[in-house]
């Protein structure tokens, strides 16, 4: 098993990683650009002396997925809602006008990074604007490519080698997230179910929560968060502390009537999450949370 680290500014934005099974290569996640997950595949195959067969996408956000055009050849795996919302959330329309809705972006990212005063938040817009800037460069020649197998919960291939589990409990992070398990290895691919220290964004605040603790029973030695450097159990207990500390403030907030102005200006964010990152900071999943008990508590 091979980990593949995003640098930042380099058009990954997310990590990847690669399986060898044996006679043939599996990829897990595509990065941002075509030409990250070009140098992605070349670097496996030149390691491995074996060709690429499989590319895993996660969840549907683009910087797992906009490299899918480099695997074109080869088998790529989804669950069937992932494979729905890549095709809906990510289509590419008029390219002039993507063009020029990017290039506006990136101008008001950029004043916001000069006024930004708090240092994680502003090291984050700082790499947004990095990657979308790489991003840019090639979304003349950007194709969105679908992929060609799905599945619904659980995804076994078996290798020469090794094996692979698929699995997908729900959707936590986004509405459907898939990550890999390698028995052999005791080793996860998790996708951005797992992330270290960043307020990485929220889709079910309930069902993120209830997954991370069903992984937590599965005997992993190694895990390759989808943001950040590879880890342990650690960062499974880490993201179900932050999960649980934001349901508990989102329930006690409407228990207490707070409307949800008074709810952000009164949270006292825990001192050990005060230098994660993220381009909203904390506020984003707690408005997530807020208006999830809305209509959920």
Not at 7 to 23: C, E, H, M, Q, R
Request: with cysteine; glycine share 8%.
């Amino acid at each position: 098993m091979f980990a593949a680290i995003a640098k930042p500014g380099s058009g990954a934005w997310s990590n990847a990683g690669f399986v060898d099974l044996g006679t043939e290569l599996l990829v897990f996640d595509a990065f941002n650009t075509p030409s990250a997950s070009r140098k992605l595949k070349n670097q496996a195959e030149k390691l491995t002396g074996k060709k690429v067969a499989y590319l895993v996408n996660s969840h549907f956000h683009g910087d797992h997925v906009f490299g899918n055009q480099t695997f074109k050849e080869q088998v790529i795996i989804s669950t069937a809602t992932t494979k729905e919302w890549i095709s809906e959330k990510n289509a590419i329309g008029d390219r002039d006008k993507e063009q020029q809705e990017t290039e506006h972006y990136l101008r008001e990212l950029a004043l916001q990074i000069l006024v930004e005063e708090n240092p994680a938040i502003k090291s984050s817009l700082t790499n947004q604007f990095r990657e979308m800037s790489k991003l840019l460069e090639e979304l003349p020649n950007l194709e969105l490519v679908l992929p060609s197998l799905t599945f619904e919960k659980t995804l076994k291939i078996h290798g020469t080698m090794r094996d692979v589990e698929l699995h997908c409990w729900g959707g936590g992070h986004s509405v459907s997230d898939a990550f890999l398990y390698v028995p052999q290895e005791k080793a996860a691919f998790m996708g951005d179910l797992i992330t270290e220290d960043l307020h990485l964004p929220i889709f079910n605040p309930d069902a993120f929560l209830s997954i991370l603790e069903r992984v937590k029973t599965m005997d992993m030695l190694a895990i390759l968060p989808g943001h950040g450097e590879v880890g342990n159990g650690q960062q499974i207990d880490a993201m179900i502390d932050y999960l649980s500390m934001l349901i508990d403030a989102g329930k006690r907030a409407h228990l207490s009537a707070f409307a949800l102005e008074e709810f952000l200006e009164g949270f006292i964010t825990p001192e050990k999450y005060n230098n994660w990152k993220g381009v909203q900071g904390i506020k984003r999943n707690l408005t997530t949370v807020y208006n999830f008990y809305e209509s959920n508590i």
